[in-house]
């Protein structure tokens, strides 16, 4: 009777912990995890409508995770079909599953393994547990508890991508999937403040206007979405991408040299014009104006530097688009 109070009392404080840090990043619950259920190791996948996988490995007394990123297969088929299962031995998986938890984790012989899988959002999930020796202080008896423990876990992931998706859409322009106008400005009050030197790139798509009026904004939205293509070409750690509205896009290019912009420009330009051979007709034109510092700088001086000299590209470009229409009526 006293152990069976003993183990109910640890089962309520390992539902209160986990409520009490869902928020947190896994790697602290899988601590929690592995201390009460003995687990060795934690494998979180999650994939989107484009078929991409994230995949992340905790490991028991490691701070360090693992990450991977790949394309659906067929192991990850059948976990993301297994609602929640408990493998006694991984001898009773199917080979392509077992396959797939092998290339992440291999230290799975002789191992229970509880699968819990769903979709939410969109998002298709699965957690894979492999149970080692548990606690004996804090230890909880699996079998008394799985599903409550399986419930919980379902909870875990799923508020996880919650959070994620929640966090995303707040940060990202919907329809081009770029960082939005408010990423622009956080960034530029925090992270762009501690820069050493910084090229801005003030992109405005041409003819978006008379797109939408001529053949609707569909041709329109497709527009801004070959050029929000050209840009994500270009993305990295130190190249970051914004659609600021309508028609305006601003690339951030951290810590570069004077002479990495005109070297970037020239990139991108390169980029869209695959993008627009990609796609045939209804080309896309965009006008770019550039700017740099280093020390002291507003990136907000910056970006309307950039923005003057983008609009002096427009006009270039109108000129030259207003003489080529006089010829062609002149030649008729």
């Known amino acids: 009777m006293i152990e069976y109070l003993k183990s109910l009392e640890n089962i309520v404080q390992f539902q209160s912990y986990v409520l009490e840090h869902i928020h947190d990043d896994f790697s602290v619950l899988f601590k ?16 989107t409508e484009s078929g991409l996988v994230d995949s992340v490995v905790y490991r028991k ?25 408990i493998y006694t031995s991984v001898a009773e ?37 492999v149970l080692g020796e548990q606690d004996e202080e804090v ?11 399986l419930n919980t876990v379902h909870l875990m992931m799923e508020n996880k991508i919650m959070s994620e998706k929640m966090r995303y859409d707040s940060e990202h322009d919907l329809l081009t999937g770029l960082y939005n106008r408010r990423s622009y400005f956080t960034k530029s009050r925090e992270e762009y403040t501690m820069l050493a030197s910084v090229g801005i790139f003030f ?26 293509e050209s840009i994500k070409a270009m993305l990295s750690e130190n190249i970051h991408g914004f659609r600021m509205g309508g028609d305006e896009f601003i690339m951030v290019a951290l810590n570069c040299a004077e002479s990495d912009v005109i070297k970037i420009k020239e990139r991108w330009e390169k980029e869209l014009e695959i993008v627009n051979e990609k796609y045939g007709m209804s080309p896309c034109s965009v006008a770019v104006g550039t700017a740099f510092a280093k020390g002291s700088f507003r990136i907000e001086e910056l970006c309307k530097i950039a923005d003057d000299r983008s609009e002096e590209h427009t006009s ?3 000129s030259h688009h207003d003489i080529v229409c006089r010829l062609l009526l002149e030649k008729k």
Do not use: P, W
Request: aromatic letters at 10%; one cysteine or more.
């Open 139 to 149: 230890g909880i008896d699996f079998n008394d508890c799985s599903d409550m423990f």
């Open 316 to 318: 270039e470009l109108q």
């Open 93 to 129: 998986m199917s080979d392509d599953m077992r396959e797939e938890l092998l290339s992440c984790y291999e230290f799975i012989e002789n191992k229970r393994i509880v699968v819990c899988s769903g979709i939410v959002e969109g998002v298709l999930y699965s957690i894979v547990l």
């Open 32 to 47: 929690v995890l592995s201390k009460c259920f003995g687990m060795d190791a934690m494998l979180t996948y999650s994939c």
């Open 61 to 85: 007394d490691s701070d360090d995770v693992t990450k991977y990123q790949t394309y659906l297969n067929a192991g990850m088929g059948r976990l993301f079909n297994t609602r929640h299962y």
């Open 203 to 228: 992109m405005d798509v041409n003819h978006l206007k008379e797109t939408n009026d001529r053949y609707g904004h569909d041709a329109g939205d497709a527009l801004l979405k070959k050029a929000a």
